[in-house]
C-alpha cells in the first residue's frame, strides 16, 4: 500500500521568498507522483506531476518539483512566493501499477504569503 | 468546454435525512471517484467506478453509495446522515491509464455538506 505525508500543516511565506513544500511517500513499485492546488472555495487543480523520465518537473504558475527516487521524496518549489499562491497544496502518489487512477493524498499545507 | 459538476454546492440536513450529491461529468471519462476533504486528513476515497454498472468501496465507504447508470454520472448517497458526515465532498474523474495516459484527476468544485 501507498502512502504520502506531507510535513507542515501551515507554511508561512513572505512575499519573493523561496516556497518549500514537502512530501514523502512509500510505494512498494514505482510511483506517479502529484501536486495538486486548492484555491478557496473551489476544487483541486493539478499544478504538476512526475511519471518516468526527469526527475526535475516543471509545473503551472513557476512551480516545480523533483523527484528523489533514494530519499522517496517529491518537494514541491518555487523561488518567489506571489501574494495569488495561498492556497492549500496536496501531495498525491499512484502505484504506477495501478491502472485505474487511484490517487492516495497527504494531509495538504496550507500556504500563507505575507507582504 | 468539458467540465465536471457538483451538486448541490451547500447543504444543511438534519440526522437520519437520506441525501444524494449529484456529480456530472462531460469529459467523457470512464473512471470517477468520490472523496470527502477533512482539516488534517487530506482527501479520502469514499468510493469510485470505472464504468457503467462498475462501483468500488474505498477508504471510508461506510454510510455512503453509489450508483454508475451511465457514463456522465455519478450520485452519492448518504442514506442516513450522522454528524460525522459532515464534510466537503469532491467528485472527480479521469481516464483509463496505460501508455502516455497517467489517470490525472480532473476535478469538482466541491459540495459543502452539514448534518445537523
Redesign the interface.
Known amino acids: 500500500a501507498q502512502s504520502v505525508t506531507q510535513l507542515g500543516s501551515h507554511v508561512s511565506v513572505s512575499e519573493g521568498a523561496l516556497v518549500l513544500l514537502r512530501c514523502n511517500y512509500s510505494s512498494s513499485v514505482p510511483p506517479y507522483l502529484f501536486w495538486y492546488v486548492q484555491y478557496p472555495n473551489q476544487g483541486l487543480q493539478l499544478l504538476l506531476k512526475y511519471t518516468t523520465g526527469a526527475t526535475l518537473v516543471k509545473g503551472i504558475n513557476g512551480f516545480e518539483a523533483e523527484f528523489k527516487k533514494s530519499e522517496t521524496s517529491f518537494h514541491l518549489t518555487k523561488p518567489s512566493a506571489h501574494m495569488s499562491d495561498a492556497a492549500e497544496y496536496f501531495c498525491a502518489v499512484r502505484p504506477s501499477t495501478d491502472s485505474w487512477g487511484k490517487l492516495q493524498f497527504g494531509a495538504g499545507t496550507q500556504v500563507v504569503v505575507t507582504p | 468546454d468539458a467540465e465536471i459538476t457538483q451538486s448541490p454546492r451547500h447543504k444543511i440536513t438534519e440526522t437520519g435525512r437520506q441525501v444524494t450529491l449529484a456529480c456530472h461529468q462531460t469529459w467523457n471519462h470512464n473512471?470517477m471517484?468520490w472523496?470527502r476533504q477533512d482539516l488534517?486528513?487530506?482527501?479520502?476515497?469514499i468510493h469510485?467506478s470505472?464504468g457503467v454498472q462498475d462501483t468500488n468501496k474505498?477508504e471510508v465507504s461506510d454510510g455512503y453509495s453509489v450508483s454508475r447508470s451511465n457514463t456522465e454520472d455519478l450520485p452519492l448517497t448518504l442514506e442516513s446522515a450522522a454528524s460525522s458526515q459532515t464534510s466537503v465532498y469532491?467528485c472527480?474523474s479521469?481516464?483509463?491509464?496505460?501508455g502516455s495516459n497517467?489517470?490525472?484527476?480532473f476535478?469538482?468544485?466541491?459540495s459543502r455538506l452539514t448534518v445537523l
Open positions: 473512471n471517484f472523496y488534517g486528513h487530506g482527501l479520502r476515497l469510485y470505472y474505498g469532491f472527480a479521469s481516464t483509463l491509464a496505460g497517467t489517470g490525472e484527476l476535478f469538482g468544485e466541491g
